[in-house]
Nanobody, 123 residues
Framework: QVRLVESGGGSAQAGGSLRLSCAASGGSPYCMAWFRQAPGKEREGIAYIDLGIGVTGYVDSVKGRFTIFRDNTANTLYLQMNSLKAEDTAMYYC??????????????????WGQGAQVTVSS
């Protein structure tokens, strides 16, 4: 497994921007992703990156507003969140897995998790 430590998040007004960071250590992940869990809802995967070929993917609710990217030199994953909406309010988690047996959008396969970062968007 990979050790993941998140930072960033906080509060923003609707229409604003925030950035999350996730420092990885102790392993060589194949896929990394961002998940979120809103109050009373299940955790959902929202964006992934295939670290081998650099392909990214997003769920429809964040497509065009959020960007997932990685600084390979710093072993850090980022989630840039623009045009924030009140419905983006949630606890956000970075996640990873180290095998290439599955596609990166196989959300149930992620088995290394960060501690979570709260994002609150007020309208």
């Amino acid at each position: 497994q990979v050790r993941l430590v998140e930072s960033g998040g906080g509060s923003a007004q609707a229409g604003g921007s925030l950035r999350l960071s996730c420092a990885a250590s102790g392993g060589s992940p194949y896929c990394m992703a961002w998940f979120r869990q809103a109050p009373g809802k299940e955790r959902e995967g929202i964006a992934y990156i295939d670290l081998g070929i650099g392909v990214t993917g997003y769920v429809d609710s964040v497509k065009g507003r959020f960007t997932i990217f990685r600084d390979n030199t710093a072993n850090t994953l980022y989630l840039q969140m623009n045009s924030l909406k009140a419905e983006d309010t949630a606890m956000y988690y970075c996640a990873a897995f180290v095998t290439n047996l599955w596609n990166c959008y196989s959300w149930s396969r992620y088995n290394s998790w960060g501690q979570g970062a709260q994002v609150t968007v007020s309208s």
